[in-house]
């Protein structure tokens, strides 16, 4: 199905005078466009409102919420950074920022719960309780979300991959040992990261079992998935929106640790005492702070000693 930019530049000849208004803006102007209200747009084209509702009805859409919602999720794999950081010039003031982006973030977390494939979640949870090796792979903006779960799957699981090079060439060389018996796991949101892309591919092909987790279906980056889980990810401005992920990533660990409760108590049994031992958190000082400063103390009594 062709996008919407694609639509318009096609049809664009065929249109009247006030929908031709409306393309040429929308083809030159289209990251401001997305945020624009139907008399906003009207405006900045110089015809009425209605002309803006009439013409996206047009275009297949069934009113203006539809074409900009639509107009939205085109823009997040089309626009560069300097577009998306331009984005921000719709709020008013600091105040309204907060207010739209948090506002965004509460309907993407609302649209995931609502649309998450509880089959699918399932089938991710099984597929990687009973992998040999789990390969882990988020890059660039999706990296923090691919270290996090890291994090937490290294004391679910012992036998974890963290693919996190940026050099294609590191990051078949972590790969390659993948087989049949292993899962996948690549995590990527607009604009989508060819090496992760690639990485997926590979792994399939050597028929691994291919785990995705991303913003929505038929793209590059889900070709090649066995299973696919999405979560919504607006995009505020030139920092992406990784609240729903961040949820959804941690419902399935949370899930995963229900069924490996005996692993994982074990692992964090092991892991405080090391804490304690060493003072790993707010509480007291450093096991090896304490053996330093004994140290020193010896060597002082020594030193004055030796002078008297």
Not at 108 to 124: G, H, I, P, Q, R
Not at 150 to 163: G, K, P, S
Not at 246 to 262: F, P, Q, Y
Request: aromatic fraction near 8%; proline fraction near 2%; glycine fraction near 4%.
């Amino acid at each position: 199905m062709p996008g919407i930019i694609d639509s318009i530049s096609k049809n664009i000849d065929s249109m009247s005078k006030g929908h031709k208004a409306i393309a040429n803006y929308l083809l030159e102007n289209y990251d401001k466009a997305a945020y624009m209200t139907a008399a906003k747009l009207g405006e900045a084209c110089q015809v009425s409102e209605s002309t803006v509702v009439r013409f996206t009805m047009e275009l297949g859409f069934e009113g203006y919420p539809h074409f900009q919602k639509s107009l939205k999720e085109e823009l997040k794999s089309k626009l560069t950074s300097v577009q998306r950081l331009n984005s921000t010039e719709r709020f008013a003031d600091d105040a309204s920022a907060i207010r739209d982006i948090m506002q965004a973030d509460i309907e993407n977390l609302k649209s995931t719960l609502n649309e998450v494939s509880e089959e699918a979640f399932d089938e991710a949870v099984n597929s990687i309780l009973g992998a040999r090796k789990i390969y882990l792979m988020g890059l660039r903006s999706s990296a923090p979300l691919s270290s996090f779960m890291h994090f937490y799957m290294t004391l679910l699981f012992d036998d974890v991959v963290h693919i996190y090079s940026n050099s294609a060439n590191e990051v078949f060389e972590q790969i390659l040992p993948i087989t049949d018996k292993d899962v996948m796991i690549g995590i990527s949101f607009p604009r989508y990261s060819q090496r992760t892309i690639n990485s997926m591919a590979y792994a399939k092909s050597k028929g691994a079992k291919v785990i995705v987790i991303t913003d929505k279906d038929n793209t590059a980056l889900t070709l090649n998935a066995d299973i696919k889980l999405f979560a919504k990810s607006s995009m505020a401005s030139f920092v992406d929106s990784l609240t729903a992920p961040l949820s959804l990533i941690n419902a399935l660990l949370v899930t995963l640790g229900m069924h490996r409760k005996d692993h994982i108590k074990s692992s964090f049994e092991a892991l405080e005492q090391l804490w304690s031992q060493f003072s790993v958190y707010e509480g007291g000082k450093d096991r090896l702070d304490e053996q330093e400063s004994d140290i020193i103390i010896e060597n002082d009594k020594e030193v004055e000693t030796n002078e008297g």
